[in-house]
């Protein structure tokens, strides 16, 4: 669906060299493995700047397998795997060289992405020793995707002074993530501090009223500091996936 | 239904002062006057140390001011009413001499309950300009239970050194009212900085997922500070209420 | 952050004591100990009234142990470790002495802080045999941070003689907590019969539309009795709290 | 659809009395009038016990009036019309003799249907002054079914006295109606105190987090007391409907 | 806190026969059993007309235990133990010979309460297979208070005549209980087809969007058919008080 | 977008009769004519088998005749205008001969699209005299499609003789919609008849706990009874759409 | 309660072939047979067009066993059982000679109902892999009724190529059946590319923000496209019920 | 609160030159100017890059007259204030040189900060017509803080090849702002065709189900593709923000 990659197609169409019907099977048939349970996406490194990533949940440890091969076989040297639980990681763990974290559910295969790495820093940022989990998702996604990552962890609004003691650093940052459960003030009083883009990531650590994570989602969603970005409860690549391709502008 | 008065009756009729028959007449009778559409609770004051308060909001003019007649006629000197709008307000001052204030929507008769001032002082911290409707409900409803108190407005998390500008006036509080809308991230930054009692009032100032202050509202409750007792939605009444019961309390 | 901290710290400054980038770094290093997964706070008695306490869930026993040799270390005496279930309990008892109670999941390092006893006493009083765990919560941690505590429990409103049978106790209080699932009726009810500050907790005792909690929080936030404060579902401690910063008042 | 009347029209059909095709024609055509925009249930009252209640709010003065008038065509002596406002209750007052109350805004023609009075009563007992119009909703209502109403208002649990100096007069009563809003704890106290059904009503009287009505709805549905039926949210008339129906019993 | 009760003890004060002191006491004392972690209710059955039923979940088998013995102590025939587990009916029978039914969750010690059997029927109606357990609840909890139920289970509307097949049977009843889960559209078309008393009960049976029986549970609140009070979800034993309580009207 | 336009470009391409650079802006820009605030979709009615309609809400009465003017500019004969307050209606017929029927708020230019009527028939049932307007928006966008309608009003479940009498148009027609507020019960009852596919569409009407149309929208996404398609709350409309789209299967 | 059935039994006995008590009899007793713990609805293919089916969650292995055996005894060749889980399925397996997927959690026994194949083919479409099990639901439960199904897997928006190269496949669908969790987005995006009904299936599939579907759900419901019928959260057999009957038109 | 800041003032009191108590009350007094009802923030642009904006709602005409003088009187030339309605922006057009747009309800004075122009391009995409007013206080509001803007409006994905047409100018830009009300598949659309950040914000245009704009939010936070960033429902101003700090990165 590329432009430049259609424009290309209809001038070998107009040159003659490709005959329309097999244009049309082209269009629909490249950019993509079909393996019958998945579709795998073996462009979309070009299209979006980042290499497909396999969400683990939901999926079993062959249909992982299976489509790692599928990357493998089209040339994509790093594999994420996200939200991969022990068992299916030891299982994944027989068949691939997987680099497994227990703490953030995350397994990589080929290392981290460092061709081009951007020269700002990512600050990952988080309010409690709980949330580190989901922290730690985001610290290491954004390092697959190339980046250099600072951790300010256990630094809640609650003890004020565990976060401004990091002002400088925070300051220094060209993103930063912050990461909360409970009342999510966190992004709300770092937004308040920098100048640069804050990626809120609510977490579903808390209780009762928290309401699995909805409580600091909405509260980071209203917060009344400018320059935030929410992703979902406990998304931490997501916000690595966001945060990454803001540090990547202009490279 | 107060402990001692309920002795003191049985020991009348022990002593053959009164009769079974009517102490249970007064048991029953005694403590309010019934006009109808309204008992009006004359003995709150002995037993809950405030004097009972007229919630407007769904009150006609001519109801408020029978049982503001009601509560006169026992002797009542001061009387607060809540949640008045500006025409109501007009229709009642024609009756009687209230002093009424647009902005928080409260009319006194019989000016503030000074007699027995305590000597904390209760400060009364807003977020925004807007909040500052619900800031004077809460300020002057404290003011007329005999309190003295301190206003702090405008001094949202998003820019933080306004508020950290006040410290020491808020370290010298007896009690603090924190008065937020948006996210509510101030009562968390509040009760963090401080080691007397916090009442947390989330606004319904905001919009779109602010859910009419329910964001503020779990964003309170889930506070990862300790010491915050919150209060419903825009009720600064009710949180200068439990201020002024904590503030009375040793006196 | 605390003014005459930073006062005391530019004297020194001016003084020519301290030179300004040490000053700089101690602003930023000295109130807090950094184990890398947690900043304990070391200064919080100092600046809340209340020593640092240790949020079990989402912890492991390791963490815990290691935030607890981190205040053992700074001299922190007593040590208040909340929401740890047996397994752990067990886990951290190989290496601290520490007093585990399976009904508040509370575990107390070093005894309870009774330096400064104040006078008052706190209440806690809850509607059923089921809420008990989240009253015990709030009693034990009230008694740890020096309080007395009166338990009054299984008191709820279906029964209402069962609580007014208690009424005399219960006004003698300086502070209430009402402890209550299902519809959360009870805080309303004790507000209305006494004058000092009541903190309402809801807990996700109930089933169908209780909705984990929120029947009772809504409840007990919309009572239509003044004085009340609420905390979070099953938030026994957050409620101790906020009753003994209450009942430290005046001392 | 009534088993007699389909087993009396098929005994005819076997008689030779009514041809099976003008029997199916009956079965579909006879019960109710059908005006176009509406099929007038002509027959409810015997199959229900209750004539047809004519709900207002959604249709136009003219529709109402139509309706009215297939009714008193089919011999239907008191009509009962819901939720009018004041200004369609001037237009329709233009057509029909209809006695309009402004406060529980119902119209009722040809005055309550006194023909078969049960000896029980119907105690109305309402939280706060500004519950009464749809404690009137339901008294009136009750009313109109035929049955004996007793009016207790403004007897909410914040003052727990003005409801218990009536226990003897509800304690007397066959049914009650309890209605509350804010957090509805009448309806668990009344239960608790009585051994009669008690049908509580909800009201959206409140504001912030009483999510229009929906708090005191959970918690009449979470009541810790047995013996509650809970209709909808400011349903006097669905109240009185139930009411009546429990004390039609045995007349 | 029965009327008549103080009346008495009042008479007994005045004729000299009791001292004032002893009086209180004996308000506060008498009519429960504190054993600690509950406080027996023994009175319930003479206020309320049903013996105290225990509320089996949230409670140790230890705890139902002495429950039981105070209640025999104060000579409780009939013992009703409800949402009880497999394996805690088994602890409980090693001390006591309760009766115990696994589809309901109930036990019964004593039998059923057979002394006043009202001459009405409650029919029990429920929509699925998937709901008898609550149905059962219901049936053998308003067995246990002394009532003759009809049971109709499975008879949903998405095969009305299944439904329309016991209509004789259903108009016989003096109340009916419809249990329904998923859109619990059962209580309206048999609210509609009756003109007696109908206790909805939702029940949480279904699966995405029924949110636990929320969905089942507003649908019966929001019935277009008169007639219905409704309890909260898969409360069947709610419902049986309820109806009992209508069913034992006049006996 | 559609294969067979893509396809012939790229023959046409391949040809020589169109060089690549124009094919790409014929690809990007033919489909729809660009007027600033809107893209008027000229070919939906190729595409999917309807005209473009368009969604008056949220629109100026001058942004929506020249949209009209665009339409007919490309051909467009039939245009149905939705969601227009009476006001805008006026503005619009100033300009355009619109056809506007103040019920269901439609507006149609060039009457309906009557050029393949499909044999089947759609009956549009609604449950209340309130649910009419929703009704009349489905029934009068179906008759727009060109298909026929039978209008079956105030058939709701609360009297279900009044929807059996007529059974058998109801199982004569090809596809049902059904429109219901309240519990939305009419939807399960319907769809359990009969073997024709149903649409759904809940309606706002009700009050208190239908919040809206949510009850109604649960009860139909929930039902018992299969074959049931649900629509947006008060969307006549897009229930027309569906249903017209499947009456015209096989035309 | 078939019209022609009940005019049918009327000729009867208005012919002196069926007298009238047997006339009703049979009118309640015929259409189902009743086990007790279910009325088996043995004219359910009749009446709606497709054999009944067994919902399998809170049935035990023992119910299922013996419902089936009531179909098989009335004749009915091919049964399908619903949300079965492996241990049920090896249950019943034991008794009969059920094919059961793991995947679905379907099993189906004497095979598909292939006597009356449409010509249309139904187009199940998912959007990632880990919905795959809901869109065989569907696919299985479409065959079982007799269909042609086209599955096309892991089409999700995200990659919207993915699904464009399937467009040819998906046009020449007769109905198409959308499956999606997170935001739900695929039957938007279908729906506005055909001119054929669409059936959207929210998944469960997700996490946080999801609601468990209630986000998709709310997508679909929502959706800016016409022509889409949404069914509940993963009821993938609800979406090839309705899919069937309208694939069944004109047959 | 800046570090440097700090430092240099800690710099000057080592030095002599300020003393401790002025260097705190300059801590406390400088960075804002406080007139009482608004503690207005003259630093913001130094600390966050953008300078102070006022949040019209809820503001008076006089107290944002108020503000403006303030920030003018401190030398910033640029004031952009939102969310103003027709008539305060008349009121305020009086005293201040304010540029109003009625369409965004965006009030600017000083013209654009065209000071420091990045060279990327910021899209502005929006769903449908309905949308616009939040679309363009977004683009008008990036304009202000200096940005190129490119406006793509009614380009949702009921019609994919509206959006397509564009691909080329969307692929071009350095951020896109997604605007979008019902369902919001718009952003994930957009998201999964390039491979810059994607700001989305959920509009509350639509009805029904779509809860006020809560239906797009959830859509956007649970998108399938990766890289975007939610901001809250009609935010265009918040997303504005978030998307210049990102073009503003590298300048």
Do not use: W
């Not at 969400?55 to 991969?84: F, M, P, S, V, W």
């Not at 997987?98 to 992405?113: K, Q, W």
Request: proline share 2%.
């Amino acid at each position: 669906m590329q432009k430049t990659h259609i424009l290309e197609l209809l001038k070998q169409v107009s040159a003659g060299k490709v005959d329309p019907e097999q244009a049309l099977l082209q269009l629909k048939q490249e950019p993509f493995t079909d393996i019958g349970y998945a579709k795998v996406d073996t462009h979309r490194e070009l299209r979006q700047g980042a290499a497909e990533v396999i969400y683990g949940a939901g999926k079993t440890a062959q249909q992982i397998c299976g489509i790692c091969a599928a990357l493998q076989e089209k040339g994509q040297k790093h594999i994420l795997i996200t939200r991969l639980d022990d068992e299916k990681a030891r299982q994944i763990q027989k068949t691939l060289a997987a680099d497994y974290d227990p703490v953030s559910h995350l397994a990589i295969i080929g290392g981290n992405n460092n061709e081009e790495r951007p020269q700002g820093i990512i600050a990952v940022i988080c309010a409690g020793t709980s949330d580190i989990a989901v922290a730690e998702e985001a610290a290491r996604s954004a390092e697959f995707f190339g980046n250099q990552v600072l951790r300010i962890y256990d630094a809640g609004v609650a003890g004020l002074h565990r976060l401004l003691a990091h002002l400088d650093e925070i300051m220094s940052a060209r993103v930063i993530i912050a990461v909360a459960g409970m009342e999510g003030a966190l992004a709300s009083v770092v937004a308040g501090l920098v100048d640069c883009p804050v990626v809120a990531v609510p977490t579903s650590i808390g209780y009762g009223a928290n309401l699995g994570g909805i409580s600091a989602l909405l509260s980071m969603i209203n917060s009344c500091a400018g320059g935030i970005g929410v992703v979902n409860i406990d998304n931490g690549f997501g916000a690595a996936c966001l945060a990454s391709r803001i540090n990547h502008i202009g490279k």
